[in-house]
């Protein structure tokens, strides 16, 4: 079964053992920049006074995500961070408030979510964009859907110019309107 | 010692607590979505059931 979340549904969800242990929160979501899969999360600890960790949570050892609480066995599931970031400098990484452009050049808007299909395997399928006014006229929400192959390497984040026809404001339908985007792509090339 | 000498210690302790729950704080929010390289090979991944 899959099921499409916001990655802010994920961050500040709570990670707990099967023993009951309440041991964490997620902090940051880390996804690869070219196959769009989920490696895992960054971590908070619990408790008012408890700032970021050490540790993260590799993908692989997450037992299950449900909609209240990233399950995993236990303690030992937790990795050393650096095996989950690559990235030197999380600030520079992160692609909430990035810009989306398309390659054909137009401004499309501003990242303000990413949308993850949650499986087996955890994958960025789209982004949810603040829309400029190329795309609406009132700034308002949309869904734009992502390639199976992402193009997140520099400051904006490039989607093929066919993503405009497949951009959904509706949640509930954007799963087949990533498939139908991909399926789109197959057939082009 | 007298009461202000207290009261002056108090409010230091409370300064210090209010300031650190404020920094850790800090470093709390911000979470986000971060796009990283290829950590390593993707075979044989597991992950949720």
Known sequence: MSVLVRARELIGRPVVTLDGDDIAQVKDLVFDNVSGQVDGFTLNGRGAFAGPLPEALAWEAVYSCGPDAVMIRDRHALTLRDSVVTHPDMSEADVLGSRVISEGGRDLGQVVDVIVLVASVADVVGYEIESSPELSTDRRHLLIPLPDTLSVSGEALIVPEAAIEFVSGDFAEFGAAVEAFRARLRATT | ?49
Do not use: E
């Open chain 2, 1 to 49: 010692m007298s009461w202000w000498a207290w009261l002056a210690v108090v409010l230091v302790a409370v300064a210090i607590i209010v300031v650190g729950f404020l920094v850790v704080q800090a470093r709390r929010r911000g979470g986000g979505v971060i796009a990283t390289a290829r950590r390593k090979s993707r075979k044989n991944r597991g992950g949720p059931q």
